[in-house]
């Protein structure tokens, strides 16, 4: 079995880039290989990062990380991921690989995946510090850390793809708050406008603090989908989020949604109803963590009782401060919706207290309930009722026979409509 290993990957190896190097057939010096693609190799860098969004990611189920890499999902190619934390290489055999893709050695396209915001680096060097950084160098006598903003500028050109990962990725987040001493900004502030990847894309991003594993795994799904040339590019906004994730506000799939449109809002955590008035700022925020849910489509902020606090947004955090306060906006929605509230409220009850009644327990005058005593509706009620049915059925024929020639071929009648027959007669 050993000699069988060792047949199929030379050894020794200083890196797992450089075993898929040797195994895969090598594309022509300065071309990426053309598909359809058997590898990818995903290099993920980690700048002013709390490890969250790894984390999210860890848990994704449609489809999950584990699944991309072994390369299961029918028609992508095997995803070679390579990690800080989730190698099984460390210290200059993992640094190896980045300095193979550098040098255009990969027998494989490669996409560059930033976790977290990236820090002026200048800022740091003036006092011979860094911010954040992957491997070292002999700079003279001197061994300096690589800054991890450095690998992005280097690969960023030569990668098929760079997708920014979280909100301090996309937009800068919380590291690049107000009065930030790091001078953080986002992948796509920090490669330009004019960013293009070797295959023509600007930076996609996947906003989320921590973001949706599921969304980033979906993502990355259809963009392989792209690179193997057996589907289209997916659609993204202007901002570069993936169109089909994040065009609908929190709001608007809120599990929480039906009670801001009749006028009732959650006093304090814990209540049920909507939580605008609490600081929930669901309604002007693009997520779908209420429909998509945090992990497994379970949980989600508002799901769970939380509020929206705009981490997906652009001008979160300084924009959306300060937290756990009513957003000043929705003191005129609310109010309007307290105002159409109190009327659409006590119609609906209406509309429902008939709704649950079957027709017979109306010719009875009495519902045969074991379980309690439920009062018949009073000659106001009555009278709304049949005006709504009025309008019901303007444009429809009521349910039953209503004509005594619409009988049975035997001559029987059905005596609920014989009776309904005789009383229109």
């Known amino acids: 079995m050993v000699k069988v290993l060792e047949q199929a990957i030379p050894h020794p190896l200083s890196s797992q880039a450089e075993a898929v190097w040797q195994l895969e ?26 490890d969250g969004c790894t984390i999210a990611v860890a848990g994704a189920t449609s489809p999950a990380v584990e699944d991309l890499l072994a390369g299961t999902v029918p028609g992508l190619p095997k995803v070679v991921l390579h ?24 027998a494989a396209p490669f996409v560059i995946i930033y976790e977290g915001s990236v820090a002026n680096e200048e800022l740091a060097k003036e006092t011979g510090g860094y911010w954040a950084a992957l491997g070292v160098r002999k700079v003279g006598d001197e061994v300096q850390p690589i ?25 800068g987040g919380v590291p690049a708050a107000y009065g930030n001493p790091t001078g953080a900004m986002s992948v796509m502030d920090f490669l330009g406008e004019g960013y293009r990847s070797a295959l023509g894309l600007p930076v996609i991003n996947i906003p989320g603090c921590s ?28 901002l570069g989020r993936p169109a089909w994730l994040f065009s609908e506000t929190v709001h608007q799939q809120c599990v929480r949604a039906g009670f801001y449109e009749e006028g009732t809002f959650a006093e304090e955590y814990g209540d049920k109803e909507c939580l605008v008035e609490i600081g929930c700022w669901g309604p002007v925020v693009q997520c779908n963590i209420t429909s998509r849910g945090a992990i497994n489509h379970m949980g989600g902020c508002m799901n769970t009782g939380g509020i929206c606090i705009g981490c997906t947004m652009p001008g979160f955090p300084d924009r959306f ?12 929605s609310t109010y309007s919706s307290r105002t159409v509230g109190s009327f659409v409220r006590p119609l609906r009850r209406l509309t429902m207290r008939f709704q649950n009644r079957a027709p ?25 009722h049949s005006l709504y049915e009025k309008m019901q059925f303007m444009r429809a024929k009521r349910p039953g026979r209503d004509r ?15 009776i309904q027959w005789k009383d229109k007669r």
């Open 404 to 418: 005594p020639e619409l009988r049975y071929p035997d001559g029987y009648e059905v005596p609920a409509v014989r």
């Open 83 to 106: 990690h800080p934390v989730l190698s099984m290489e460390a210290g200059d055999e993992f640094v190896h690989n980045f300095e193979l893709a550098d040098e255009g050695k990969l």
């Open 147 to 171: 800054p991890t903003a450095e690998w992005l500028r280097r690969l960023a050109p030569k990668a098929a793809a760079v997708i920014a990962i979280g909100t301090c990725a996309t937009w």
């Open 25 to 50: 057939p090598k594309p022509a010096p300065g071309e990426l290989p053309q598909g359809p693609l058997r590898i990818v190799h995903a290099f993920w860098l980690a700048g002013m990062s709390c």
């Open 360 to 384: 017979a327990w109306d010719s009875a005058g009495r519902v045969p309930s074991g379980w309690g005593h439920v009062d018949e509706p009073g000659a106001i009620a009555k009278l709304v």
């Open 321 to 332: 401060s300060p937290f756990y306060q009513r957003p000043p906006g929705s003191m005129l």
């Open 211 to 238: 973001p949706i594993g599921d969304n980033f795994t979906e993502t990355v799904a259809a963009i392989l989908l792209f690179l193997q040339g057996l589907g289209p590019l997916p659609e993204f906004d202007e």
